[in-house]
T-cell receptor, first 111, second 113 residues
Framework: GEDVEQSLFLSVREGDSSVINCTYT??????LYWYKQEPGAGLQLLTY?????DMKQDQRLTVLLNKKDKHLSLRIADTQTGDSAIYFC???????????FGDGTTLTVKP | SQTIHQWPATLVQPVGSPLSLECTVE??????LYWYRQAAGRGLQLLFY??????ISSEVPQNLSASRPQDRQFILSSKKLLLSDSGFYLC????????????FGPGTRLTVT
């Protein structure tokens, strides 16, 4: 079945870049997403990339997709303390919009 | 603009009691609706999804059920809660099958004691 894996924790200093990595198994994935979850809240869609793209940039966020290796990454430039949260990678694998989520990477930004 | 509501925000229920969580979406019509459970603050597990009124697909067999009595209303229920039902329940919607966006509600924290 579909599987999405992420490292569980990442700690960076304020102002540095953060890179959160994700691997997925379903080669038929159509869209890949990054969500952010702050404590006690729902998930916020940060950005997405179509499976026929290699890179997408949106302000401080850069998404890189390596389809051959089924590897997705999210780079946050100039990381701020407000970026501290759990980041989820997800792949959409059917036209019904069902998505498989990774377990999330907890990003801690130290001042 | 579209908004999604969930209630209650928190719930403490004894084992064996019934459950009803409600999710409503405003500002759109015929959305796809989803129920997820997030255990211990980690990954999301898709429980149910619905592409229309009365159309429910179950992803994981369990003692929970879902219903969609109206276009923008999605209800998660149980007749008898188990301890293992504790978790953070998230409702989400998307504009339709071809859309990529999925928008999440604020969640309900359920503790079964």
């Amino acid at each position: 079945g579909e599987d999405v894996e992420q490292s569980l924790f990442l700690s960076v200093r304020e102002g540095d870049s953060s890179v959160i990595n994700c691997t997925y198994t379903d080669s038929s994935s159509t869209y890949l997403y990054w969500y952010k979850q702050e404590p006690g809240a729902g998930l916020q869609l940060l950005t997405y990339i179509f499976s026929n793209m290699d890179m997408k940039q949106d302000q401080r966020l850069t998404v890189l997709l390596n389809k051959k290796d089924k590897h997705l990454s999210l780079r946050i430039a100039d990381t701020q303390t407000g970026d501290s949260a759990i980041y989820f990678c997800a792949e959409r694998y059917t036209n019904a919009g069902k998505s498989t989520f990774g377990d999330g990477t907890t990003l801690t930004v130290k001042p | 603009s579209q908004t999604i509501h969930q209630w209650p925000a928190t719930l403490v229920q004894p084992v064996g009691s019934p459950l009803s969580l409600e999710c409503t979406v405003e500002g759109t019509s015929n959305p796809n609706l989803y129920w997820y459970r997030q255990a211990a603050g980690r990954g999301l597990q898709l429980l149910f999804y619905s592409v229309g009124i009365g159309q429910i697909s179950s992803e994981v067999p369990q003692n929970l059920s879902a219903s969609r009595p109206q276009d923008r209303q999605f209800i998660l229920s149980s007749k008898k809660l188990l301890l293992s039902d504790s978790g953070f329940y998230l409702c989400a919607w998307s504009p339709g099958q071809a859309a990529y966006e999925q928008y999440f509600g604020p969640g309900t924290r359920l503790t079964v004691t």
